[in-house]
């Protein structure tokens, strides 16, 4: 038998095979490399002017960092903030492109679609400090707009305004900021899948006397919740993470109690304190999570719908 001739490569070839490698070198620098730093949370390296010495000529301690954030009534406040704020977002923000991707798909007016589609996506290249800046002067206590509504809503008085920045009314801002600013963005690879669905069924879907609604639950739904699966097992994966520019961007001294995170935490400790080895092992603490959530709720979700993570699991 004659032996296939290797094939020559192409231009195309070339280029493709350039761009996987630009994106595998990405990740060994800023994903990869950057692991090397999680001997810090066995070392004592708090407090030290050097980082590459603390990670290298400090003496081992083991466990003692994970101990010493554990018994920290502080870290404990900060966990149960960032566990609390994460669970609301994860039934309140989560479904929310979905819910917007199924009634885009169902405007027939292309242009005012589009129109919707690009206000709603807008947002999200405005960053946090943008962002931001905008929600602070809007929820402004003397000079923002939120008031004077809350007022011809029947809440409040203009004698009397409710201080929007402070504590008891942080998680609220952060949850409908998040909505205004990920919406929209989020909704784009739901309609994409959507895009993807045979439209013979709708039409057979429509010879049945099937109606909108009817439609997006029997067809719609069914068909993408392959990638609702995909991203809810990320996002419950992420219950210890947050956007540290959102947070850090809207907190002040009066909301501190209820707007301190993993995210901001590990900043003031790590980079203004230069406690290193103190937040390496609490870094460490939360991706370790972060991975057991992920495998639990993988497992589970394919026991239970037969989807998964890594691929659906066989069907019998």
């Not at 620098?29 to 980082?51: C, E, R, S, T």
């Not at 590459?52 to 000529?57: S, T, V």
């Not at 956007?243 to 995210?263: D, H």
């Amino acid at each position: 038998m004659k032996k296939n001739k290797k094939r020559k490569w192409a231009k195309k070839d070339y280029f493709l095979f350039t761009t996987a490698l630009l994106g595998l070198i990405y990740l060994l620098i800023f994903a990869y490399g950057p692991m090397v730093g999680v001997i810090l949370a066995f070392k004592d390296g708090n407090n030290k002017l050097n980082v590459l010495k603390a990670m290298f000529e400090t003496k081992w301690v083991w466990f003692d960092n994970f101990k010493e954030f554990l018994q920290d009534q502080k870290f404990l406040d900060v966990l149960l903030n960032t566990l609390g704020l994460n669970l609301i977002m994860l039934f309140i923000n989560f479904p929310a492109p979905i819910i917007f991707a199924l009634l885009i798909n169902e405007v027939r007016n292309k242009k005012y679609k589009k129109v919707v589609q690009s206000a709603s996506i807008f947002p999200h290249f405005l960053s946090w400090v943008i962002f931001g800046g905008i929600i602070i002067a809007l929820t402004d206590m003397t000079t923002g707009v939120i008031n004077p509504l809350l007022y011809q809503l029947g809440i409040g008085s203009k004698n009397n305004p409710i201080n929007l920045q402070t504590a008891d009314y942080f998680w609220g801002v952060i949850i409908i900021s998040s909505l205004i600013k990920g919406t929209g963005w989020g909704s784009i690879i739901y309609l994409a899948s959507i895009a993807g669905i045979d439209p013979t069924l709708y039409e057979a879907a429509t010879m049945d006397g099937a109606n909108r609604f009817q439609k997006a639950r029997y067809i719609t739904l069914p068909l993408i919740s392959g990638t609702i699966t995909v991203y809810l097992l990320l996002t419950i994966s992420n219950l210890l993470a947050n956007s540290f520019e959102q947070f850090y961007v809207l907190q002040n001294a009066a909301n501190l109690s209820r707007s301190e995170v993993l995210a901001t935490f590990i900043y003031k400790n790590g980079i203004i304190w230069r406690k290193y080895s103190f937040t390496a092992a609490i870094g460490l603490f939360e991706a370790t999570v972060g991975i057991i959530l992920l495998t639990i709720s993988n497992k589970i979700s394919k026991k239970v719908s037969g989807r998964g993570l890594f691929g659906n699991a066989k069907q019998i």
